[in-house]
């Protein structure tokens, strides 16, 4: 589909254009939830070692599967090397590769009695490791427990048998996180890169609806499997200060959304979302005149299951006050005889009217001295 190689491009507008409307990336600095949904929060104070590990692990998990292939060819391949070489040297330093002249000439002179020949094979750390490759292909036989045929370990050096019991304790061990690895990938959520299914709007939208003010945005399921038990939320995070005079610098509050079935949501098509405005929301109180000024940031979130796979998904992104357009609506996708047009989906349009909000003083008073209200006229 076009739509899928021009979602992260510039939205289109349809019919009028407003004369205060410009078409700009947002120019905010700092946010929580990139539009892809990249989480941008990191914790500075954590160890080393663990701040390591974490970064290790969720860059496993997020990776894409040829990287992870990568890895885990790297790990059998370093810890076959990493222990061919141990027997290597433990051979070497047990004697079994270098042979004085005399032991040679003596080897060679009672090649013939098969009793001697035998005496002289026993007393090597590995049987039948001559080089290194002799001892890699030993390294793989025993991680894998292949086989060994001719090479094994004998009770001549304790060193060997220590090798060979670390080898099978972590050659099990490097399986088990190799399977949970491929595991955890194939049954995690979806939701980044190439599995991008759910889309939402590049803007949300702020005008009268039914004589409500209502913020808006479209959501669309480009995969064929739908997405079943699916659930949206919208959340925003803020500054407040309380009535002792703290300031919390990012207080999460609830939008409430309309329209749903229990909560949740059933869109084979491209679907509106919508959030009244009224004493109840955290965007009461806001104007047009202020929006530029405001310093918040809007998180919808979507969850569900695909009923082909059963995979689990979450999906979410963000809209900054700049990222809000007010007075417009939202052009409609027009079906076709090969499904909907998705061309049109970033596509707005001006409304004719001017949407006016006429809050009551006393209940405009009363909502922002309430704990769960931002105040939108003054910023902290």
């Not at 040297?89 to 098969?114: A, R, W």
């Not at 060994?148 to 099978?168: A, D, F, H, K, V």
Request: proline share 3%; hydrophobic share 40%; with cysteine.
């Amino acid at each position: 589909m076009d739509f899928i190689n021009r979602y992260h491009k510039k939205y289109h507008i349809a019919k009028t254009k407003d004369a205060n409307f410009t078409d700009r990336p947002s120019t905010r600095g700092f946010r929580f939830v990139d539009k892809n949904g990249h989480i941008n929060v990191s914790y500075s104070s954590l160890g080393r070692v663990k701040h390591i590990h974490s970064n290790l692990v969720l860059f496993i998990m997020q990776a894409d599967w040829w990287l992870v292939l990568i890895f885990v060819l790297l790990s059998f391949i370093i810890s076959w090397f990493f222990f061919a070489l141990l027997y290597f040297l433990i051979s070497i330093e047990h004697g079994d590769f270098v042979l004085k002249n005399e032991e040679q000439k003596l080897l060679d002179n009672q090649l013939n009695s098969t009793r001697s020949y035998s005496k002289i094979e026993r007393e090597k750390c590995v049987q039948d490791v001559h080089n290194f490759l002799s001892a890699l292909l030993f390294s793989i036989e025993t991680q894998h427990t292949i086989g060994y045929g001719s090479r094994y370990i004998t009770t001549e050096c304790m060193g060997g048998i220590l090798i060979l019991t670390l080898q099978s304790s972590l050659g099990y061990l490097l399986q088990v996180i190799v399977t949970q690895i491929v595991f955890t990938k194939l049954s995690r959520p979806t939701g980044k890169g190439k599995s991008q299914f759910i889309v939402f709007s590049n803007y949300a939208l702020i005008a009268l609806r039914n004589n409500q003010l209502t913020l808006t945005f479209r959501i669309v399921n480009l995969s064929t499997s739908q997405l079943i038990f699916a659930s949206v939320r919208l959340l925003m995070i803020r500054q407040r200060r309380t009535l002792e005079g703290e300031i919390i610098p990012h207080q999460i509050y609830d939008m409430e959304l309309a329209h749903l079935c229990n909560g949740q949501l059933f869109f084979p098509r491209p679907t509106i979302v919508e959030h009244i405005i009224n004493s109840r929301s955290p965007l009461y109180g806001i104007q047009r005149s202020t929006l530029e000024k405001e310093h918040f940031e809007i998180i919808a979130i979507i969850e569900g299951c695909f009923d082909h796979t059963g995979f689990s998904c979450h999906y979410r992104t963000s809209y900054l006050p700049d990222e809000l357009l007010w007075n417009y609506q939202f052009s409609p996708c027009n079906p076709t005889l090969n499904g909907y047009d998705y061309k049109k989906f970033n596509d707005v349009q001006l409304i004719s009217s001017h949407p006016v909000m006429n809050y009551d003083d006393d209940e405009l008073n009363d909502v922002r001295t309430s704990e769960n209200i931002p105040q939108f006229a003054t910023f902290i």
